[in-house]
């Protein structure tokens, strides 16, 4: 599995540097940017620190969308409640996911929002999963270089995961399984019932390979009936 970091709208080129540096530190290496280019500041490579192939391969795009465009299941982090998203998962945890769907999944995406208000609503929407980091109350919140570091640190062992003896990942049924489930709310009539749908996406996202295969077979069986 190939993990993407992705900075959505960094204003400081030192912590879009210590970025690179916590990925190349623990042994990632692809950085997408989201509506900016601090990378390109020259603070950003002072601070890199020998972390420069980092930057010079960044990936671009205007919004978030576009650079999770070709990604099969993307993680979002947040240090805020947010009353429509309620399934959280810390680093220790995001670890086993991500790890089961190596196995099946080709792309994933771990999204840090911007330094002063972290990711909108509408953005954390695009997210499979969220995550955060547990904090003390009177420290909420991590600079984004840390909260970089924290994630990769956590995660290096994705590194030695071996990739699947053959191109069977399918990262689709996730998706396909958010449609099927829309369908069915919309057939029962309570499509309109947004916080039912929302904590149906959520807890789809948490699903291991073996229960998504399974539900879709059981959402087959009640199409058809």
Known sequence: MQLHIVLVAPARPENVGAAARAMKTMGFSSLRIVDSDAHLQPAARWVAHGAGEILDAVQTFPTLEQALADVDFTVATTARSRARFHYYCTPQALLEQLSERSQWMSQAALVFGREDSGLTNEELELADLLTGVPMQADY?????????????????????????????????????????????????EVGDDQKLRDWLHQRLGSLPQRDTVMLHTLLHDIEKN
């Not at 909260?147 to 003896?165: E, G, N």
């Open 140 to 188: 909420p919140s991590l600079n984004l270089g840390q909260a970089v570091m924290v994630y990769c640190y956590q995660l290096s062992a994705l590194m030695s995961v071996a990739a699947p003896p053959s191109p069977t990942a399918d990262g689709g049924q996730l998706q396909a399984l958010r449609q099927r489930a829309d369908r069915l709310l919309q057939n029962l």
